[in-house]
């Protein structure tokens, strides 16, 4: 007989006593409480997520913003300091919940007179207006010159401009302008050049000089005499070689204008031929003063009107020149329109081509409107100013600039004469009107 395993029910039901009555329903009612317990809690989280995702602006809806009092334009999703005024900025919303982003950028700028983007027109108190120390400026109407300043460069003259060419195929055989940037005169040797073809008609004068007593040699000389013009001999080289009845090996070259040597394009022994320019010479005795202008202002520009040129390092040589052409083309990248004057050009202090400086054109008087500097807020998406409107009233208007008039700043746009605008505490006034604009963009959110 094999021995019985201990572990078996036979073997454990001998003398072991029988379990409780009642524990297999407490053990299958535990299992329902789990159940149970499980359910809710599936139910819980499918609520929750189903409210989420429902909820305005989707789970960023429970993130605390923060925004700066005096700035209410700075918002961050962390707490600390207004990068403008450096205060702590604190959570939006008395019960710190989360408020709509703000607005996005307006795609065009307001219109002059318009209400600027972001402000809004407030009322202050007597006391109010005392405690910050506003002030207000009356809207003044004063005539001004109408100035124009714009950059230029200086421009060698294209009329002052000549090249050196030879007339036949020949040999240099002597250079008497052998380098660059030196000036020369009208009519300078600047190099010797042997040409056969020239030689040749040389001879021919030479031949016809001899028989110059008969009326048809006479005309064969003339006609050799125009030959070696033609190729480029001096008047007194021809006239040499009449007399002496004898060619010259080479001929001179000489400088078409005077001028400095700009180019240089031959050195000794050179091949040259009729189509390469062997020197270029530019006449810097006067100069062009290019300025740059805006298209809004070229129209004001004609043929005659007078601007002031001073390069930009030596501003006490400045000049005064009128216009000698405006350009019928325009820059499609920068949309300016070159404006040409021409300069006398000193030599004790010469103004050299490539000099940057500025060119003012001063137009006639016109009245504008001014007010102080002070007065006026520019936050790079508007410029605006606070009309004074009696009663503790203050209304953001948007303006154009004008002209800067020293202490004064004038108004193209926007604004009358005789009005009144903050020019004291204007800061402080623009950080009330954000604030109430911020305040009731929130409100109205809300509704």
Not at 129 to 141: C, D, P, S, W, Y
Not at 170 to 192: H, R
Request: proline share 9%.
């Amino acid at each position: 007989m094999q021995p019985r395993d201990p572990h078996s029910p036979e073997v454990m039901s001998e003398g072991a006593e029988p379990p409780p009555p009642g524990v297999k329903w407490m053990a299958a009612l535990r299992w329902a409480f789990l159940a149970i317990a499980a359910g809710v809690a599936l139910f819980a989280w499918g609520t929750y997520v189903g409210e989420r995702r429902h909820a305005p602006g989707g789970s960023s809806a429970a993130t605390v913003l923060y925004h700066c009092p005096m700035h209410p334009q700075i918002i961050r999703t962390e707490p600390g300091e207004c990068p403008i005024c450096h205060m702590r900025l604190e959570p939006i919303g008395a019960d710190h919940a989360a408020v709509p982003t703000p607005p996005a950028r307006p795609a065009t700028p307001p219109s002059p007179g318009e209400t600027p983007p972001g402000t809004t027109p407030i009322v202050l108190s007597l006391d109010r207006v005392q405690a910050i120390g506003v002030r207000t400026a009356l809207v003044e109407e004063a005539e001004a010159d109408d100035k124009l300043r714009v950059t230029a460069v200086v421009e060698p003259a294209e009329r002052g401009a000549a090249e050196v060419h030879v007339r036949s195929p020949g040999f240099v055989e002597k250079i008497m302008v052998d380098q660059t940037g030196i000036a020369v005169a009208p009519g300078q040797p600047l190099f010797a050049l042997y040409s056969p073809e020239i030689l040749q008609a040389q001879g021919e004068l030479a031949v016809a000089a001899t028989w110059a007593a008969n009326d048809e040699r006479a005309s064969t000389a003339e006609a050799a005499r125009r030959k070696l013009e033609l190729l480029g001999m001096s008047p007194e080289e021809i006239d040499a070689v009449a007399r002496s009845k004898q060619p010259i090996r080479t001929i001179t070259i000489h400088a078409p204008a005077g001028g400095y040597v700009v180019k240089k394009n031959v050195v000794l022994g050179s091949y040259v031929v009729p189509d390469t320019a062997l020197y270029e010479i530019q006449d810097l005795s006067r100069v062009y003063v290019v300025a740059d202008v805006f298209q809004r202002d070229v129209a004001d520009l004609h043929k005659g009107d007078t601007g002031t040129f001073a390069p930009t390092l030596r501003p006490d040589a400045a000049v005064q020149a009128r216009v000698d052409l405006v350009y019928p083309t325009l820059n499609a990248e920068a949309r300016t329109t070159r404006v040409r004057m021409v300069v006398a050009n000193p030599k004790a202090a010469p103004f050299r081509p490539g000099d940057y400086g500025t060119v003012e054109f001063v137009g006639r008087r016109r009245k504008l409107l001014s007010v102080p500097k002070d007065a006026v807020i520019d936050t790079g998406l508007s410029t605006y100013v606070f009309i004074a409107e009696g009663e503790g009233k203050f209304s953001p208007v948007d303006v154009v600039l004008g002209p800067d008039l020293g202490q004064r700043v004038s108004i193209a746009a926007g604004i009358r004469a005789g009005q009144q605008v903050v020019s004291g505490a204007t800061f402080l006034v623009d950080s009330e009107s954000r604030l109430q604009a911020a305040a009731a963009a929130r409100s109205g959110t809300r509704k």
